[in-house]
């Protein structure tokens, strides 16, 4: 599919996914978002995808926010859906089988953030600068951030950040637990996709369902968690990947996975 904001390069299991709007710092309009639905869709239905790097194009920016002029027309009904079409995309990358690596470039402001708070692990450049900057507009964060960022690093520390509106360098979003790594400028991607790449090469099985272990044991009592991850676990005993991965162990070689 071809899409007007977005580029996606994809090699040996590892699909990377451009947010291509640099004139706007990659703001998310209402096309951009439609075509992020549709890009999430498109790769997690794609065998050759094992892994994904979510980054923005250009310098500056992963992503500045939602967009600012085209919410600044909406009624209350409209910015309603804005927010739920937002919340899909969030939600989307989290049902995914795929992870999805945020390599954070530059700025993460509102929108930005919450998408990179939707992915299931955030690299920054050590020159990033995230935010919630919702506030100073008169509204607040409706893509997931309230209740992706509070669950992330506890309730005082989001509200500090989204009560303020004030930005945070990377070293502090470091400390704080939102990113994981920061990397200098030029190292960020390939770092990201290094880390996708190791994703792509163990079993792809094993990843989705210990993904889904954990964003789903989240919602969940730890006993309800342990059960769901012992049913999953029983599962993949069930899997050619449990039998080749444990084979080439015993046989002291690479094992080669299928995702069958
Ligand atoms: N929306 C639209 N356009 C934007 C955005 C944005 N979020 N951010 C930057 N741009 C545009 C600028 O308008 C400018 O365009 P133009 O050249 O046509 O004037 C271009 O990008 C370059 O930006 P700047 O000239 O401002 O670049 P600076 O380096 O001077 O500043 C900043 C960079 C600090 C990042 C600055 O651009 C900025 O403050 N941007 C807005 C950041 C922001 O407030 N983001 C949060 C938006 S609100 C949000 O995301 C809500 C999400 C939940 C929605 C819920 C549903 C309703």
Same mark, same amino acid.
């Given at each position: 599919m071809d899409f007007n904001n977005l580029l996606i390069e994809t090699a040996a299991g590892v699909a990377t996914l451009t947010v291509n709007r640099p004139q706007a710092l990659n703001a998310l309009n209402g096309e951009v978002l439609t075509e992020l639905a549709a890009a999430f869709y498109q790769l997690e239905y794609d065998p050759? +995808? $094992?892994? +994904?790097v979510l980054t923005g194009a250009g310098e500056k920016a992963f992503v500045a926010g939602a967009d600012i002029k085209e919410m600044a027309a909406m009624n209350s009904y409209e910015g309603h859906q804005f927010a739920l079409k937002g919340?899909?995309?969030m939600?989307?990358? /989290?049902?995914?089988?795929?992870?999805v690596i945020a390599a954070v470039n530059g700025f993460a402001l509102g929108? !930005?953030?919450?998408?990179?708070?939707?992915c299931d692990f955030i690299y920054a450049s050590e020159k990033a600068k995230l935010g919630f900057p919702e506030v100073t507009l008169g509204i607040m964060p409706g893509f997931g951030g309230t209740?992706?960022?509070?669950?992330?690093? !506890?309730k005082n520390r989001a509200n /500090?950040?989204?009560? %303020?509106?004030?930005? &945070?360098?990377?070293? $502090?979003?470091?400390?704080?637990g939102i990113v994981n790594e920061l990397f200098p400028p030029e190292e960020l991607l390939p770092k990201a996709q290094e880390a996708a790449a190791a994703i792509a090469g163990v079993g792809t099985l094993g990843v989705a369902y210990a993904k889904n272990a954990i964003a789903n044991g989240l919602n969940m009592t730890k006993e309800d968690g342990f059960r769901y991850e012992a049913s999953l676990f !029983? &599962?993949?005993?069930? %899997?050619?990947?449990?039998? /080749?991965g444990m084979a080439a162990f015993v /046989?002291?070689? $690479?094992? +080669?996975f299928t995702g069958k």
């Amino acid at each position: 599919m071809d899409f007007n904001n977005l580029l996606i390069e994809t090699a040996a299991g590892v699909a990377t996914l451009t947010v291509n709007r640099p004139q706007a710092l990659n703001a998310l309009n209402g096309e951009v978002l439609t075509e992020l639905a549709a890009a999430f869709y498109q790769l997690e239905y794609d065998p050759a +995808v $094992k892994a +994904v790097v979510l980054t923005g194009a250009g310098e500056k920016a992963f992503v500045a926010g939602a967009d600012i002029k085209e919410m600044a027309a909406m009624n209350s009904y409209e910015g309603h859906q804005f927010a739920l079409k937002g919340q899909h995309c969030m939600m989307a990358m /989290e049902k995914m089988r795929t992870p999805v690596i945020a390599a954070v470039n530059g700025f993460a402001l509102g929108g !930005g953030l919450e998408l990179a708070l939707g992915c299931d692990f955030i690299y920054a450049s050590e020159k990033a600068k995230l935010g919630f900057p919702e506030v100073t507009l008169g509204i607040m964060p409706g893509f997931g951030g309230t209740q992706n960022l509070a669950r992330l690093i !506890g309730k005082n520390r989001a509200n /500090e950040l989204i009560f %303020t509106g004030k930005m &945070v360098t990377a070293d $502090k979003a470091l400390a704080w637990g939102i990113v994981n790594e920061l990397f200098p400028p030029e190292e960020l991607l390939p770092k990201a996709q290094e880390a996708a790449a190791a994703i792509a090469g163990v079993g792809t099985l094993g990843v989705a369902y210990a993904k889904n272990a954990i964003a789903n044991g989240l919602n969940m009592t730890k006993e309800d968690g342990f059960r769901y991850e012992a049913s999953l676990f !029983g &599962v993949l005993f069930a %899997t050619a990947d449990q039998k /080749e991965g444990m084979a080439a162990f015993v /046989e002291k070689r $690479k094992a +080669v996975f299928t995702g069958k």
